[in-house]
């Protein structure tokens, strides 16, 4: 039920999500969390929505069998977190909320994780309630992963700690290591700080003491400082920061793609020549534009939860809500709760085998 538009999104993702894995020869199983009538009552407009481009529109029939081979459950909710509810509240007066029982489906080990693209607050509240943190984690990020030159580069905390210690800051580092690890195969990722500069002696006090920290204990992986550049030009694979920067740098990331796209669109239809120009080069805009689609890159794991929380967009559409699904088969697939398990202190859990889905 999360997300601008509810369930529509959301039932478009998990369909496309189980298709794309069928052709790759993968079964996957999809729990639908919400009030029954309000999650599958969207079905009719998935299926003949003309407004629903034809690649994320529903087959009727494929979507039945899905339902009655088990690929699709539904879960059915009586109550559900809207997107100005108070976090707090929400934890304590909507227990029977899709949010909290789509979370008892991770902490029972029916599935691997939960993915919302509801109230960002709630999820991590939700998350921390009900999973709690691994026990040395002082505070769960959100990490959040950009395009770079060459790959990616994973960004924690995005908005999840507006204040950290030196301590909070660190123990980012080693999540963002891990996952890189994990996730991107990185024997070393390369961890850095996010800093005002790259000169020694630079930056706040905080930061100071975080740098030389980050040095006696990640020896070679830690570079240094970064700059807001650096997310961009391929030099680092895990940039640190307190949950105000990252978020305020996600979100400039954000207008800077759309201003790029926006005004190459205008400027490219001025007059036939550069029309042609366009023409003759679409499929690298057709390349540039994908690469810049924050929908091509799902949800943000909650990473320090102890079980996989994942929270998306709110603006997400289907195509967004499958590559969030997609992207949560990879963390499973990479053994990414385990290692982070294992090097915080905590036993594998029921919530970390491999369950029935998500």
């Known amino acids: 039920m999360g997300g601008d538009f509810y369930a529509l999104p959301n039932l478009q993702g998990a369909y496309w999500a189980i298709k794309k894995s069928q052709a790759l020869g ?12 309000r999650v599958l009552g969207k079905l009719r407009e998935a299926v003949d929505d003309p407004a629903v481009p034809s690649d994320f529109r529903i087959n009727e029939a494929e979507f039945q069998k899905f339902l009655k081979a088990g690929f699709l459950v539904p879960v059915p909710s009586t109550q559900v977190v809207e997107m100005d509810d108070s976090p707090a509240l929400a934890v304590r007066t ?91 195969n990185k024997a070393q990722p390369r961890v850095a700080l996010m800093n005002i500069g790259e000169e020694e002696g630079k930056g706040n006090e905080l930061t100071k003491e975080t740098h030389e920290r980050l040095k006696a204990s990640f020896g070679p992986c830690y570079v240094g400082f970064a700059e807001g550049r650096d997310v961009f030009n391929g030099k680092v694979d895990v940039i640190v920061c307190d949950g105000f ?56 794991p909650l990473i320090g939860l102890n079980g996989l929380g994942m929270v998306a967009h709110g603006s997400s559409d289907g195509k967004a809500i499958t590559s969030s699904i997609l992207l949560a088969t990879l963390y499973v697939e990479g053994g990414l709760m385990p290692k982070l398990r294992e090097a915080f202190g905590a036993k594998d859990s029921e919530s970390s085998k491999e369950g029935a889905g998500l």
């Open 94 to 184: 909507k227990k029977d909320s899709s949010l909290a029982r789509a979370y008892h489906l991770v902490k029972s080990g029916q599935a691997d994780a939960m993915i919302s693209a509801g109230n960002s607050g709630a999820v991590m509240a939700y998350g921390i309630a009900l999973l709690g943190r691994l026990p040395e984690v002082r505070r769960p990020a959100i990490l959040c992963t950009m395009p770079a030159k060459g790959g990616f580069c994973s960004i924690l905390d995005a908005g999840a700690n507006v204040d950290c210690t030196a301590e909070h800051l660190v123990q980012f580092a080693t999540m963002g290591m891990i996952y890189s690890q994990a996730v991107f």
């Open 26 to 37: 993968k079964n996957i199983q999809v729990f639908l969390v919400g009030p029954e009538d």
């Open 245 to 300: 920067v990252g978020n305020v740098l996600l979100k400039t990331a954000e207008g800077v793609a759309k201003m790029v796209k926006e005004t190459l669109k205008e400027e490219l239809s001025r007059n036939p020549i550069r029309a042609l120009g366009a023409l003759m080069a679409r499929g690298g805009f057709t390349a540039l534009k994908s690469r810049m689609d924050y929908r091509e890159y799902g949800a943000a």
